[in-house]
């Protein structure tokens, strides 16, 4: 059974700090790796999908790696804001399924 | 576009009676539907998988008996929590699977949230 992990649980940076997020998991037979936000009583919006045979992907200032061997992501959100304040969740795709960490909770100082 | 919509967004109902909440993919065609159950500071844990016209698939440890899901058409899939109890007071999330570049993607509706008194 695929576990997922994700440490810190929780985060608190000034404004500007650039965040590390990470995730990992024990199962490396994974299709794909997503990591989405969720903001308190909300449900998840999509920030980022790294298919297996990626390494990393971007979007504006997020920046997320992938290493399947070592079963581990890293998402990066440089020059951080109050309004990346949310909980960033870290999923795994294996077969059709999303196995789902706890969650980063990232409180951005103004 | 690939939007989900939950309905009610929440719900407030007594010990012992049923609720049902809707899962509708509004601009595309979802063949499987999953339903997910959140609670405080926890992650999502997958409930069941539901394909259109056929039967649901459970993860181990849900009951199938008190939690229905139904899944008539291609747009719309419901679950119904029948004897509700407080335990059962939860996030509910659901998410509708579609085929994007070459793999199918999980687009996730808001949530409902349900308390049982």
């Known amino acids: ?110 | 576009g690939a939007v989900v919509s939950q309905h009610p967004s929440w719900v407030i109902c007594k010990s012992g009676t049923s609720v049902k909440i809707e899962c509708r993919s509004l601009d595309f065609q979802a063949t499987t539907m999953f339903w997910y159950r959140q609670f405080p500071k926890q992650s999502l844990m997958l409930m069941a998988t539901s394909n259109e016209g056929s039967k649901a698939t459970y993860e181990q440890g849900v009951e199938k008996d008190k939690f229905l899901i139904n899944h008539a058409s291609l747009t719309l899939s419901t679950l119904t929590v029948t004897s509700a109890h407080p335990e059962d007071s939860s996030f509910y999330i659901c998410s509708a699977s579609k085929l994007a570049g070459g793999w199918y993607e999980q687009y996730f509706g808001p949530g409902t949230r349900l308390t049982v008194t």
């Not at chain 1, 037979?29 to 909300?42: E, H, S, V």
Request: aromatic fraction near 8%; glycine fraction near 8%; charged fraction near 15%.
């Open chain 1, 1 to 110: 059974k695929q576990e997922v992990t994700q440490i810190p649980a929780a985060l608190s940076v000034p404004e500007g700090e650039n965040l590390v997020l990470n995730c990992s998991f024990t199962d490396s037979a994974i299709y794909n790796l997503q990591w989405f936000r969720q903001d308190p009583g909300k449900g998840l919006t999509s920030l980022l999908l790294i298919q297996s045979s990626q390494r990393e992907q971007t979007s504006g200032r997020l920046n997320a790696s992938l290493d399947k061997s070592s079963g581990r992501s890293t998402l990066y959100i440089a020059a951080s804001q109050p309004g990346d304040s949310a909980t960033y969740l870290c999923a795994v795709s294996g077969d059709y399924k999303l196995s789902f960490g706890a969650g980063t909770t990232v409180t951005v100082r103004a």
